[in-house]
T-cell receptor, first 113, second 115 residues
Framework: GENVEQHPSTLSVQEGDSAVIKCTYSDSASNYFPWYKQELGKGPQLIIDIRSNVGEKKDQRIAVTLNKTAKHFSLHITETQPEDSAVYFCAATLNSGYSTLTFGKGTMLLVSP | NAGVTQTPKFQVLKTGQSMTLQCAQDMNHEYMSWYRQDPGMGLRLIHYSVGAGITDQGEVPNGYNVSRSTTEDFPLRLLSAAPSQTSVYFC??????????????FGEGSRLTVL
């Protein structure tokens, strides 16, 4: 099955700085890569996703890049704000089914004012 | 709009006790699932359902049972609780059966402690 490695496990930045979270996956057949944000005491929420036929996707201050050759994808957050503080999960799936969606172990992002 | 509702939010059990975690969604979603979240382990799929009357196992199904008698409800049953089942449990749903449609909608979680 798929294996997703996520780094770093914790990331501390100052408000206004950029933050980058990286994930690698094992199966070259994976074709869908979502990112979820989990605020304290809440369930995860989708913030952005990318499919294997796209190299980069942006949504305001958030962007995701995908390198299929190296089998890694990254989340970039620019101009970080305190409300960006949360746990972020990457995930990958082989055949588009939710039952095969494999999550990384999460990154706790702390943005200090 | 309620979305995905989980009850209870907190529960303490003794080893060997049984209980049911409830999950209800009001979005008419076909796909529903249960995950457990443990420190340093991410989210792991327990069971899932692609429609009423249809369920299947995920990555970590042992010790748990599910059923799907209606589109709205997907309860998770612990038949004989063990300390290893101490975790935070999330129910999630989606209108599509494929990730090509995008988003999983998560509930707010149920924190279970087994003593």
């Amino acid at each position: 099955g798929e294996n997703v490695e996520q780094h770093p496990s914790t990331l501390s930045v100052q408000e206004g700085d950029s933050a980058v979270i990286k994930c690698t996956y094992s199966d070259s057949a994976s074709n869908y890569f979502p990112w979820y944000k989990q605020e304290l005491g809440k369930g995860p929420q989708l913030i952005i996703d990318i499919r294997s036929n796209v190299g980069e996707k942006k949504d305001q201050r958030i962007a995701v890049t995908l390198n299929k050759t190296a089998k890694h994808f990254s989340l970039h957050i620019t101009e970080t704000q305190p409300e960006d503080s949360a746990v972020y999960f990457c995930a990958a799936t082989l055949n588009s089914g939710y039952s095969t969606l494999t999550f990384g172990k999460g990154t706790m992002l702390l943005v200090s004012p | 709009n309620a979305g995905v509702t989980q009850t209870p939010k907190f529960q303490v059990l003794k080893t060997g006790q049984s209980m049911t975690l409830q999950c209800a969604q009001d979005m008419n979603h076909e796909y529903m699932s249960w995950y457990r979240q443990d420190p340093g382990m991410g989210l792991r799929l327990i069971h899932y359902s692609v429609g009423a009357g249809i369920t299947d196992q995920g990555e970590v199904p042992n010790g748990y049972n599910v059923s799907r008698s209606t589109t709205e409800d997907f309860p998770l049953r612990l038949l004989s609780a063990a300390p290893s089942q101490t975790s935070v449990y999330f129910c999630a749903s989606s209108p599509q059966l494929s990730t090509l449609g995008g988003e999983l909608f998560f509930g707010e979680g149920s924190r279970l402690t087994v003593l």
